[in-house]
């Protein structure tokens, strides 16, 4: 055990730990699993500021943590020269006490911990080897891909106007962390419970703007708009949801499922693509689409072109389709992307992405997943150089939040001329209403399901 007084070299810096390691045979993961257990039981009995400050102390400051165990368990890492273990432990830690907080709605405490790591112990010199190479190990963890998606979990703080412009769509940019086998179950768990959170405020600001807007309410008592596209979001919402009746997205979709049931998986192929394009009135967009995505999918999966069609095949194709339209090579959008948007194709290109989304629910994660790939590509370009991805992102966000399952949104002419034949749709004669829904209704979107676990193992890692 380390007492206080072992803590301290008299021959070296007083303020620098030395420790001494009375169990030099036990496995780094029991070290590990003796530091999450500390954390875990102090986070749910603790204060969340002890909790914090027993967390520096640990990681930061690396002296005078009340458990003598947690303390030897952390050098006992250090010592092994395992830097990869080291990240792991301390990646872990962070979830361990992000989830915990988040569960007691303790949400300023998660931003004091990302703060934590801009202390200036993390950079002062010492003389102690051990100890020097642990403030380089937090400091490389400060400079990783890891801690950018901590920083993620600030984001509710975040001042969106004045922040960077992706912070709006920072629930897209969580969900390559929660599909992530690899990464701690914790930090899985964070990750789909703050994007989950973030969507659904969203839904929440979007309807409330939306019945405020079109009411006589004064301009400085309507709720903030939680677009960038201004008023214009009003009569694009107009235009989606006129879309009702036998040529609704939906109805098209299931008419589409039931009609392929039974055909060879080179008929699907042939029937999606037809299916993509249809009632699509731009004849440039479909000529664009329907060269590109023969090119790509008359030899998609051809070994199976004979067979019947199957729902691991189905999803397996759409993963594929959502790439070619987006980003095919996960990190760059794809040239079918741009050329869409380049024609000023936004709209269309949403509303195809959702037909495919209604035809494969389980397809929405890795959809997803592609989107965030998108904007982080752009991310270092000033927005007004990317307006086009930005209206694309917009337009995205305000479709899938239309359709979510769990609000519905309505449209009522205010005006009705029975003498007059039925005109052309004109917004600004409807006005929108939005409700939730009081009933259990098939979910077109649930909240997350690992695509990964639908598929045959040959193709886990292409989606």
């Not at 023969?294 to 691991?312: C, H, K, P, Q």
């Not at 052309?424 to 009933?439: H, V």
């Amino acid at each position: 055990m380390i007492t206080r007084d072992a803590l301290y070299n008299t021959h070296s810096n007083p303020m620098e730990p030395t420790i001494r390691l009375s169990r030099p045979g036990r496995h780094i993961q029991q070290s590990q699993e003796a530091i999450y257990d500390f954390l875990l039981e102090i986070a749910k009995k603790w204060p969340p500021e002890e909790v914090l400050l027993e967390f520096k102390r640990l990681f930061i400051y690396h002296v005078d943590s009340v458990s003598s165990d947690a303390m030897q368990s952390l050098y006992e890492i250090v010592f092994s020269n395992n830097e990869e273990e080291f990240r792991n432990t301390l990646k872990r830690c962070c979830y361990i006490l992000v989830n915990n907080w988040d569960a007691t709605r303790n949400y300023k405490p998660i931003q004091e911990l990302i703060q934590a790591f801009s202390d200036t112990t993390i950079s002062r010199n010492t003389s102690s080897p051990t100890l020097k190479r642990l403030r380089q190990w937090v400091d490389n963890f400060v400079k990783s891909k890891d801690f950018d998606e901590l920083k993620l979990f600030a984001s509710r703080y975040e001042d969106h106007e004045r922040g960077p412009w992706t912070s709006r769509y920072t629930s897209y940019l969580l969900v390559p962390q929660y599909i992530d086998l690899s990464n701690p179950i914790e930090q899985r768990e964070a990750a789909r419970a703050l994007s989950k959170q973030l969507k659904d405020r969203f839904k929440f600001d979007l309807a409330m703007y939306i019945a405020r807007a079109q009411s006589n309410t004064p301009a400085e008592r309507t709720p903030k708009n939680p677009t960038v596209l201004g008023d214009e979001v009003l009569r694009l919402i107009k235009a989606i949801v006129a879309k009702r009746g036998p040529f609704s997205y939906a109805n098209l979709a299931n008419i589409f499922v039931n009609q392929t049931k039974n055909l060879t998986y080179k008929e699907f192929k042939q029937s999606l693509q037809q299916y993509l394009i249809f009632s699509i009135e731009n004849p440039e967009f479909v000529e664009s689409l329907q060269v590109k995505l023969s090119e790509r999918m008359d030899d998609l999966y051809s070994s199976y072109d004979g067979e019947i069609v199957t729902n691991a095949l189905i999803l397996r194709t759409c993963n594929r389709v959502i790439e070619y339209l987006t980003t095919e090579n996960q990190v760059e959008p794809s040239q079918l992307f741009v050329l869409l948007l380049s024609q000023g194709n936004s709209v269309t290109l949403v509303i195809v992405l959702l037909k495919i989304i209604l035809v494969c629910k389980h397809a929405r994660t890795h959809l997803e997943a592609c989107i965030a790939r998108l904007i982080k590509y752009y991310q270092d370009y000033p927005e007004d150089e990317c307006a086009w991805v930005v209206n694309f992102l917009e337009v995205f966000n305000v479709t899938f939040a239309i359709h979510a399952e769990n609000v519905q949104y309505n449209l009522i002419r205010m005006e009705v001329d029975e003498l007059q034949p039925a005109p052309i749709f004109d917004p600004d004669k409807y006005r929108i209403f939005s409700q939730l829904k009081s009933e259990p209704r098939f979910e077109l979107f649930p909240e997350i399901v690992d695509s990964e676990q639908l598929l045959p193992m040959d193709d886990v890692a292409a989606s």
